[in-house]
């Protein structure tokens, strides 16, 4: 029985108009209202993870989405293979490609330092190829789903280049050099970092600080297939 204290009002303003979604096909469409820089860092788990799952939303709409590692390691717990490479296989529209898929900078963890830097640089590097792309394309028009990236974006996730910078692998101009070059209509995402990156204040709109209240591995829990990696 309906609410009687419910307003027609109220149900037609809900999303679906009081009925349940329903999945539709997806089909190339181009974004009405991207072109925003988001930021999000912090010392709690889930920056990738949230991340992602936008890209994955923005994926269902039909829109053009890559994702770039600048790193990506962890420890021996970790499969060479993350769950979400294999959902993203599965997906049209959305990719990834990773450069530093061997360790962590700094995690005393067998990976070379100074090969770090170099992948950074080298993830750097081909950020710029994706920012250059993504201008040359019509981003207010639909991108075929099976498009290299080359092609152009709607949306592009730098995964863990605030960490990069975090480390000086590159460095906070760099970071600020690649958010200015980027095209109007081209949603922007940054994430890593345990440490605030203030010097992005002036040039995100959108910061999320992922806080870490409590996390298993405090207490020995090591990482889980399926909710880590």
């Not at 889930?46 to 890559?66: C, D, P, Q």
């Not at 717990?77 to 979400?84: P, Y």
């Not at 760099?174 to 958010?179: K, T």
């Not at 990156?197 to 405090?218: F, M």
Request: proline content about 5%.
């Amino acid at each position: 029985m309906r609410d009687e204290t419910t307003s027609d009002s109220t149900v037609e303003n809900t999303p679906g108009q009081g009925r349940s979604p329903e999945p539709e096909r997806i089909e190339p469409a181009a974004p009405e209202a991207f072109g925003l820089v988001q930021v999000w860092w912090g010392d709690g788990k889930g920056k990738t993870t949230a991340t992602l799952g936008m890209g994955m939303r923005a994926a269902g709409h039909g829109y053009r989405v890559h994702m770039l590692q600048f790193m990506k390691g962890g420890a021996s717990s970790v499969d060479a293979v993350r769950g979400e490479y294999n959902a993203i296989a599965a997906l049209p529209g959305i990719s990834y490609e990773n450069l530093g898929h061997y360790g962590w900078h700094g995690m005393a963890d067998g990976s070379d330092e100074a090969d770090h830097e170099a992948q950074a640089q080298a993830g750097l590097e081909r950020a710029r190829e994706l920012l250059a792309a993504a201008d040359d394309a019509d981003l207010e028009a639909p991108i075929d789903l099976d498009s290299p990236p080359e092609d152009g974006v709607h949306m592009l996730l730098l995964d863990e280049i605030l960490y990069a910078a975090d480390r000086d692998l590159v460095s906070e101009a760099d970071v600020c050099e690649l958010i200015d070059s980027k095209p109007a209509d081209l949603e922007l995402v940054l994430s890593g970092s345990h440490a605030e990156p203030t010097y992005l204040e002036d040039r995100a709109d959108l910061i999320t600080n992922v806080r870490k209240v409590k996390h298993p591995i405090e207490d020995g829990q090591r990482a889980r297939r399926g909710t880590e990696f």
